[in-house]
């Protein structure tokens, strides 16, 4: 029997880090994630408190030591992706599903995927069918 490899799309992850690791060993961080885009979390314990992306995950994650969110978070968590091109859907479902605190701007999925609408319209054929039957 063969077996099929499945695209992977996440190339490599870590997660749950303390922020600690950023400052002890920020030569080997620096090294590792200089260049890679993709995805971060940050947390507030064990509670998430935001989400974003970015083309540098070193330094977006030490601009985050210092900027408005600092003092908000002690522990991330960073995934980069195997594709660029879904580094923004990714985040956009993430941020629709979870909403963390810490982002203003909530995840924006592209509006001619979504099926409300034809079960909205299935909806109002049905109440008016079931209107002209009474």
């Known amino acids: 029997m063969v077996r099929r490899k499945h695209a992977r799309l996440i190339k490599y992850y870590l997660e749950g880090a303390s922020s600690d690791l950023l400052q002890l060993t920020p030569k080997l961080f620096e090294e590792r994630f200089r260049h890679e885009r993709g995805i971060y979390a940050l947390y507030k314990d064990s509670g998430l408190y935001y989400i974003g992306l970015t083309k540098s995950l070193a330094g977006r994650l030490e601009n985050h030591m210092k900027d408005h969110h600092a003092k908000k978070w002690n522990r991330f968590s960073v995934y980069v992706l195997r594709q660029k091109r879904y580094l923004k859907p990714v985040e956009s479902l993430m941020l629709t599903l979870v909403k963390p605190t810490g982002n203003k701007r909530a995840g924006r999925l592209p509006r001619g995927a979504s099926l409300k609408p034809l079960f909205?319209?299935?909806?109002?054929?049905?109440k008016r069918s079931i209107r002209q039957a009474v």
């Open 120 to 126: 909205r319209e299935e909806l109002l054929k049905l």
